[in-house]
């Protein structure tokens, strides 16, 4: 990443993570879905298609939506204001949202076979599996930048209170 994270300013990285990954998300996932949908369709009964994936992909961007939308509407304006009593429930339901998006992480990744292309693969079939990489990666960098950065802090201050 050839960015400079704000990573030791609260404020500055809920608003990098909205820009960065929440935008880029809801960008990302509405492609995708439709175009596993249509590996699915056109390549009906093939052993290698990924069976269920569009429906996992629609799933996750509703999941995805409330999530951010959580994140946007109450836990970034709290971090904004410095955190404060109260803020580890917001946080705690956040982290196990995340490991939800880690389960259907690895639910793609099953369905897909780790994003292994069938030989001969479509063109259709290579831009979904590039496009699930790409996504992937945002969403993993997305998770570790809450996860690791961005919540530990408020987690301990809130310990102490």
């Avoid at 994270?5 to 960065?20: F, G, Q």
Wanted: with cysteine; charged share 30%; aromatic share 6%.
């Amino acid at each position: 990443m050839s960015e400079t994270l704000p990573l030791d300013d609260a404020a500055a990285l809920t608003r990098y993570i909205e820009a960065r990954f929440h935008a880029r998300h809801r960008e990302q996932l509405p492609g995708l879905a439709a175009l596993a949908e249509r590996v699915e369709d056109v390549h009906f009964g093939d052993e290698t298609v990924p069976e269920g994936l569009s429906a996992l992909l629609r799933q996750m961007i509703g999941a995805l939506e409330v999530h951010m939308k959580k994140e946007e509407l109450i836990l970034f304006p709290a971090i904004r204001r410095g955190g404060g009593p109260g803020i580890a429930a917001p946080i705690a339901v956040m982290r196990a949202d995340h490991d939800d998006h880690d389960r259907e992480v690895a639910e793609i990744r099953r369905l897909t076979g780790n994003l292994a292309l069938p030989d001969g693969a479509c063109r259709t079939w290579t831009a979904l599996y590039a496009g699930l990489g790409t996504f992937l990666e945002d969403l993993t960098e997305h998770i570790r930048l809450e996860n690791d950065v961005l919540f530990p802090p408020f987690e301990t201050e809130a310990a102490r209170a």
